[in-house]
Structures are given as C-alpha cells and as structure tokens.
C-alpha cells in the first residue's frame, strides 16, 4: 500500500506532465508541510522535501528561492546526519548544479570537489555515484578552461571507469576519446607544451582498445 505522501508525489508528477506546474508545486509545498507538522522543523525528510522543492523551483526558474531552500536542506543535512553523509553530497550536487548554471563556476567547482572527496571514503559508497559526480565536477572545470586543474580529474575518473565492473564498454571507450579530445584543446590553447604527444598516447590506447574489443567478439562467420 502506497502512503499519503507517495501518492501526493506522484501525482505532483502527474499535474507537471500535464502542463499544470501552480498545482504541482502546491502538492510539493504539502509534502513538505505535511512532514514539518508531523516530524518537526529539522529532520531528514524534511530536508528531503525541502531538497524536492528546491530542485523544482531551480527547475522552472525560481532560482533564488531554490538556493536559499537547497542552502537550509544541506545545513539541516549535516547537522543532523553528520558531515560524511549520502544525503550531503547529493545537496552538495544540486546546489553545486544550480551555481554551475548560474554561471559561478568556481563555487560550483569548490561543492563537486567536497562531494567527491566525500563518497571517496564514505563506506559503501559505489563507483558509479564518484563517477557521476566526477563528471559533474569536470563540467565546470571545463567551462573555466584551467586544463592543468583539469587533467588529474579527468585520470582519475578514467580509472574508475576502466576498473569498474559498473561501466559499459562505450563508456570505457568514451572515457579514452574523452582523454585524447582533452589533450588535442590543451595543446592547441598552449602550443609547444607537449600535450599533443600527449593526445597521440591517447590515441594509441583508443586504438589498442578498439582492437582489444574486436577479438573479444565472437566470430559469427560460418564455418
């Protein structure tokens, strides 16, 4: 059986597929009211629903209101759940996607690194949630154009993704273009730095692995 509030959600989701955003939003802020009156003004679902509004005003362009909500749901998160959290980098992504929208990549960059840092030595974290918010991270690293911060992020997320069991064989892929595309814009921002030899090693470990790929595949000649 569904609960009041899990039905009010999905609902909400309902009325905004429609086109009916003032009603979604209505039934958002009820969630949230409903868990402050029967739980009290701090505590972990609160900051959920708080989070959801949030996400929902940054969404349809209510972006100071998002930040001031995102701001108290992330201060409620540590306090309550402590600094190590799950549910404290996921309001570290969200308010480091609203800035990196908003332009202010640096703030951005600074929230993706705490939230890195985190899941890298919170217990149980997987690899997959690190490579996303490594992803993120490099979005804005991108945008400011510093290649030199840049580059040991983009390694160590390409480690992940190559040891990880979670990722695909494109994504592997993906990752090694991603690392020869990166090296070919920094060498031709600083020529003579070296960087397209750089790009050339990246190449050949494409290369390698695209063949590596092609004799893993089974021959479907007849025989």
């Given at each position: ?24 939003e209505n039934l958002i802020r009820e969630l949230l009211a409903t868990a402050k009156r029967v739980r ?20 349809h362009g209510k972006v100071e209101e998002a930040e001031v909500m995102m701001l108290e749901a992330l ?149």
């Open positions: 059986m569904l609960f009041r509030s899990d039905i009010l959600g999905q609902l909400g989701q309902i009325l905004a597929q429609q086109g009916k955003p003032d009603e979604a009290g003004e701090a505590d972990p679902v609160v900051a959920e629903r708080l989070n959801n509004l949030a996400r929902w005003q940054q969404d201060a409620m998160r540590k306090k309550l759940l402590g600094e190590d959290h799950v549910d404290v980098t996921d309001s570290l992504s969200c308010l480091g996607q609203l800035y990196g929208n908003q332009g202010n990549y640096a703030e951005a960059e600074k929230l993706f690194r705490q939230a890195v840092a985190i899941e890298k030595k919170r217990p149980g974290s997987q690899p997959r949630r690190i490579i996303n918010l490594i992803s993120d991270l490099l979005l804005v690293l991108k945008r400011q154009e510093n290649y030199a911060a840049t580059e040991p992020v983009m390694l160590e997320g390409n480690d992940l993704v190559q040891q990880s069991p979670e990722t695909s064989s494109d994504e592997k892929r993906a990752w090694l273009e991603k690392l020869r595309s990166f090296y070919i814009d920094w060498a031709v921002a600083a020529p003579g730095t070296g960087k397209m030899a750089k790009a050339a090693e990246w190449g050949e470990k494409l290369a390698a692995f695209d063949e590596l790929s092609l004799q893993s595949k089974p021959d479907t000649k007849s025989k």
